[in-house]
């Protein structure tokens, strides 16, 4: 009867804690990262009664966590990289929206800046026309620089969250130190294969939240203790200790900062390349990929603009008949010093020829003995000693470099910052030619001119008229041709029977390394005269010649056009954010998986809880029976003696 | 398998959020009637959009364009036909002038007449436009072209023609120079100019033409004695034929056609040489002061035949060449009109293709929205639906 008592009272306590745990599942069901528990249960050691083994009921053996190691881990995978693409795709979005606008941004400013010049070339005398043709020229300055402070404000962004992140990245690692105290003491404390559940599960919750930031790699170490690495295998975390991931300004720009892996001996190493997955790869990824070529882009077709445009209007005369001077502020590349720099070495560097630059920038590093200078994009390296003419740049590097110096060449980063009109006033707006022509009234023929055009501002502007004088015999006895008196002299072989619907030539070197079209049928001693362009104010050439630019292919090797190239530049955001959204519904789908194994093993269900309940609730009372039973019984027994 | 009730619930809600997302894009799609919102929902065809509207603002500019030519174009046209009426005037003054009924006063009143006109003509030449600019005075468009200098009228405009763009590859010239105008125009026919000299003592007067198109070299015609025996000779002197004289006969040297009316003295000559470009002003001038010059001599009112016969020939060329530079103007306000008429067509394609590219289909649109109200409204009664399974309802 004894027995009874006891075995009921066993029964009573263990359905009890079944009870608990229960109710422990239930009030977690929504707790973030908790794994349902579970008490396993076993038989009393029975006694020997007559020379039977009778049970002595039940005890709790141990309470269990639903857990598999493997899920948890890809689940953290998984995280890395969700917490990557989410990044990187929601600062893709912000470019993506910022580009949207900019059919009617940049794109439409550009078309009113060329079309300010067809203005003036409608009406080239008129100071209106001009005035509104340097207001739009500000108006497209204004574009690049919203668009610049655009993208520097999406730069700042990508740098606050870097810092908000490494901030977590740390206090995380904390957390996960002093877990793993805190499981090593518990476990110490407990018997023997008795795990802190909810201490467990709160580490790989915390985790899993670092997983999101950063891609981690976890080591188990014995005594229930987790080590944790980052980047390629420097220890964020071991045992109690911790080492501080930190942000340091960048290399070359400080407004591109890099994170930095700091030891506790003082010294720091820059890891950003090797990080993988997690938040702060995604927004890494964004900032040196996206958000770069954009810049790039944008830039190249600053300097673009303005070189071209400056190149056509240098060959131009303006209103008081002055060649024309810049009309934008010339460009030039950028040359940033690396901070991790040993010697004095500098380095400079110049675009030669705007039509080659591409939208990239380039590393230069010195390796002992000679310079190399590598594409960023495409990853081409070119060597030299002092000077490396790579994609229409000229770089040039002084003496005494330490090897592994390096500098940092951006041939458009700053471009569009930069991009400033630099006319002021509408009289110096090169609307006309330098040279102009004029065929001599005593002409006996029909010699004419189409077309005179210069290609260089040599000799110009012209001091001495020259003259083109036809001779039948020109080029000796029966060649027909123009000789040129003054000027750049020569003889020009022209056939009136053969060429009168128009023959061109270059003319010699100099005064404007002139080309001129000649048409007619000229008799001999005809004389065309070829002079300096004083009071045109009415000659539209240059302007004219300023507005094919806009659809010329000027740049990327003579491939595309100003007003093409933006129209590309927005196009690589779209399909970069198009690409970086479905990276991130199919990282979406696969994270959704391996959370749902995850949740199917570890998560509580509610029903699953209340079938739980009612059955130890049956066995409680079925236990609290059996001691009212052996309470009946042995008042039976005392009631027989009375 | 196994399903936990926080999956449960994470699944409902997720399923509830993706479509609200869809919902709001459709939302958003037909509040601005655009399918592309952001470049990322169609790469390809936002740079073709991008490009579109770059074709139509240069159309739209070269419309403009267009209209600036036309109006410049319409301005020298009406200018030309102007001068061309009183350069027609001036013809019938010269025929009414060699007519053999006037007296020194009666043609000193049509060289007046004729002053009067040249003053009118040379007040086209030097007009402006609306902007300012004089329209005859090629790239010196602020500098007056004509200006009297002497007894003649010097061009102080250069040969600069302005050209505008008024399609991607088709420039058309506005402006013609007062050079090419007014000034290239040849005397005499065109090819030959004669001239018989003051000290002339007969009455003869000379007809010429010429079977080549360009004559090269200079001729004089000399009456060697009052019998009508001539001799001509080239610019350096050398003999080139000698003959006798048969009035009214023509006769022929060096591809020269001549008909010598009357009889001349001993000494009479006629110089011949090439055509030359002279300024439509100063023949007119000369015109005037030969009919304002008295001529009572025989020899005079043969000279005075001459000059008319020839000034005829002179106007004849000016008229030609306002014709011609007209023709040419009609030319291009025709090619204007077809650049225009074009340029509207093109501008009609682009907007139909940003149209395509660009526009909601508003059916297409509103069927998805409804569906995916639908499914939306599906979503949230699952979700209900399935909050409400719990086994704790039957626990009591």
Redesign the interface.
């Known amino acids: 009867m004894a027995d009874g008592l006891q075995i009921g009272t066993s029964a009573l306590l263990a359905f009890q804690r079944g009870l608990s745990t229960t109710g422990h599942n239930i009030s977690n069901?929504?707790t973030e990262g908790f794994s349902?528990q579970s008490v396993q249960l076993g038989t009393n050691q029975p006694r020997l009664i007559d020379g039977a083994w009778l049970g002595t009921g039940v005890s709790m053996q141990s309470i269990e966590r639903s857990y598999s190691a493997f899920l948890t881990k890809d689940f953290q995978v998984a995280s890395s990289a969700l917490g990557q693409f989410e990044a990187s795709s929601k600062m893709?979005?912000r470019l993506?929206?910022l580009?949207?606008d900019?059919?009617r941004g940049l794109?439409?400013q550009?078309?009113?800046f060329?079309?300010a010049f067809?203005?003036v070339?409608?009406?080239?005398?008129?100071i209106p026309e001009r005035q509104v043709l340097l207001g739009e020229s500000e108006a497209l300055a204004e574009q690049f620089h919203y668009l610049d402070q655009a993208f520097s404000a999406l730069n700042a962004q990508v740098s606050d969250q870097l810092a908000t992140y490494v901030d977590e990245i740390n206090q995380h690692a904390e957390s996960i130190a002093a877990l793993n105290d805190a499981i090593s003491y518990a476990r110490s404390i407990s018997k023997e294969g008795s795990e802190p559940n909810d201490l467990l599960d709160e580490r790989d919750r915390v985790l899993l939240q670092l997983s999101k930031l950063v891609g981690v790699s976890t080591i188990e170490q014995g005594e229930g203790v987790v080590n944790v690495l980052i980047g390629n295998g420097q220890p964020l975390v071991i045992g109690g200790s911790v080492e501080k991931l930190s942000l340091e300004v960048g290399e070359f720009d400080p407004l591109q900062p890099r994170l930095t892996y700091q030891r506790s001996n003082g010294t720091s190493t820059d890891i950003t390349q090797y990080l993988t997955g997690g938040s702060i790869q995604g927004l890494v990824d964004f900032r040196d990929n996206m958000l770069e070529s954009s810049r790039q882009q944008l830039g190249l077709l600053a300097s673009g603009i303005s070189a071209v445009i400056n190149g056509q209007h240098r060959l131009g005369v303006d209103l008081d008949g002055e060649l024309g001077e810049d009309f934008f502020k010339p460009l030039d590349a950028e040359v940033v010093k690396s901070i991790d720099n040993f010697s004095a070495v500098q380095a400079t560097a110049a675009i030669t020829d705007i039509s080659l630059v591409q939208p990239t920038n380039y590393k230069a590093t010195f390796n002992g003995s000679v310079w190399e200078l590598k594409n960023l994009k495409t990853g081409e390296v070119s060597v030299g000693t002092e000077v490396i003419s790579v994609d229409g740049l000229e770089v040039t590097f002084t003496e005494d470099a330490f090897v592994g110096d390096s500098f940092l060449i951006r041939p458009n980063f700053r471009a569009a910052n930069n991009f400033e009109v630099v006319l002021r006033s509408p009289a110096d707006i090169a609307a006309?030619s330098p040279l102009?022509?004029?065929?001599n009234?005593?002409?006996?023929?029909t010699a004419g001119v189409d077309a005179l055009v210069v290609s260089s501002r040599e000799n110009l502007p012209l001091t001495d008229p020259f003259t083109l004088t036809f001779d039948e015999n020109g080029g000796g006895a029966g060649v027909p041709g123009y000789i040129v008196a003054g000027g750049p002299g020569g003889f020009l072989a022209y056939d009136p029977e053969s060429d009168f619907a128009g023959k061109s030539f270059e003319l010699d070197a100099g005064f404007g390394d002139a080309s001129i079209r000649l048409t007619g049928k000229p008799?001999s001693g005809d004389v065309i005269t070829i002079e300096r362009?004083t009071?045109?104010?009415?000659?539209?050439?240059n302007v004219?010649s300023m507005?094919d630019l806009?659809?010329e292919d000027s740049l990327l090797g003579s491939s595309i056009s100003i007003?093409?190239l933006?129209?590309?530049s927005?196009?690589?955001?779209?399909?970069r954010?198009?690409q970086s959204?479905l990276s991130l519904e199919t990282q979406q789908v696969l994270t959704r998986q391996t959370e749902?194994a995850f949740?199917?093993?570890?998560?509580?269900?509610?029903?699953e809880e209340?079938?739980n309940?009612?059955r130890y609730q049956q066995a409680y009372a079925a236990a609290a029976k059996v001691i009212t039973v052996a309470d009946e019984m042995f008042d039976i027994l005392l009631s027989s003696f009375r | 398998m196994r399903i936990s009730s926080e999956q449960q619930f994470s699944q409902g809600i997720d399923a509830i959020l993706v479509q609200q997302a869809k919902l709001n894009e459709t939302q958003e799609q037909l509040a601005s009637g655009n399918r592309i919102l952001t470049p990322s929902d169609d790469p390809s065809a936002s740079t073709q959009l991008i490009k579109l509207s770059a074709l139509i603002a240069s159309n739209n500019q070269y419309d403009r364009n267009i209209v600036f030519a036309q109006n410049q174009i319409g301005l020298s046209e009406s200018k030309l036909k102007s001068a061309g009426d009183i350069l027609q005037r001036v013809r019938e003054l010269v025929v009414q002038a060699n007519t053999a009924i006037h007296s020194n006063g009666s043609r000193g009143a049509i060289g007046t007449e004729i002053q009067n006109n040249l003053d009118a003509l040379l007040d086209i030449a030097n007009s402006k436009d609306a902007s300012g600019e004089y329209i005859f005075s090629g790239f010196n468009s602020t500098t007056q072209p004509f200006v009297k200098e002497g007894d003649g009228y010097a061009y102080k405009g250069d040969q600069g023609e302005r050209l505008l763009r008024v399609s991607e590859d088709i420039r058309v010239q506005v402006r013609d120079s007062g050079a090419e105008v007014f000034q290239k125009i040849k005397d005499g026919d065109g090819r030959l100019k004669v001239n018989s000299p003051d000290s002339n003592q007969g009455n003869s007067t000379i007809f010429l033409e010429s079977n080549v198109e360009s004559v090269v070299e200079n001729y004089a015609i000399e009456f060697l004695d009052g019998g009508g025996r001539y001799e001509i000779r080239n610019a350096v002197g050398d003999v080139v034929q000698t003959g006798q004289l048969d009035s009214g006969v023509q006769f022929s040297f060096n591809d020269i056609n001549v008909t010598i009316d009357g009889s001349p003295q001993e000494g009479d000559r006629f110089e011949i040489r090439p055509a030359t470009n002279v300024d439509i002003f100063s023949t007119l001038q000369a015109l005037s002061d030969v009919l304002s010059r008295p001529a009572d001599s025989a020899s005079a009112l043969a000279d005075l035949t001459t000059h008319l016969t020839q000034a005829l020939n002179e106007i004849d060329q000016g008229l030609a060449k306002f014709l011609g530079v007209r023709s040419s103007l009609g030319n291009r306000l025709q090619q204007l009109d077809v650049r225009a008429a074009e340029n509207i067509n093109a501008n009609i394609r682009y907007e139909r293709s940003v149209s395509d590219l660009k526009d909601l289909d508003y059916a297409e649109a509103v069927s998805r929205l409804n569906m995916e109200k639908t499914g939306l409204q599906a979503a949230q009664q699952a979700y209900v639906k399935v909050q409400g399974l719990s086994l704790f309802n039957y626990l009591r």
């Open positions: 069901a929504s349902r893709a979005a993506d929206n580009m949207a900019q059919e794109s439409a550009l078309e009113r060329f079309n067809q203005d070339s409608n009406n080239p005398t008129a006309a102009k022509f004029s065929e009234l005593a002409n006996r023929g008799e362009n009071e045109g104010t009415g000659d539209n050439r004219l507005i806009q659809t007003q093409d933006f129209a590309i927005v196009a690589d955001v779209g399909i954010t198009r959204q749902d949740k199917s093993k570890s998560g509580v269900n509610l029903d209340a079938a309940l009612m």
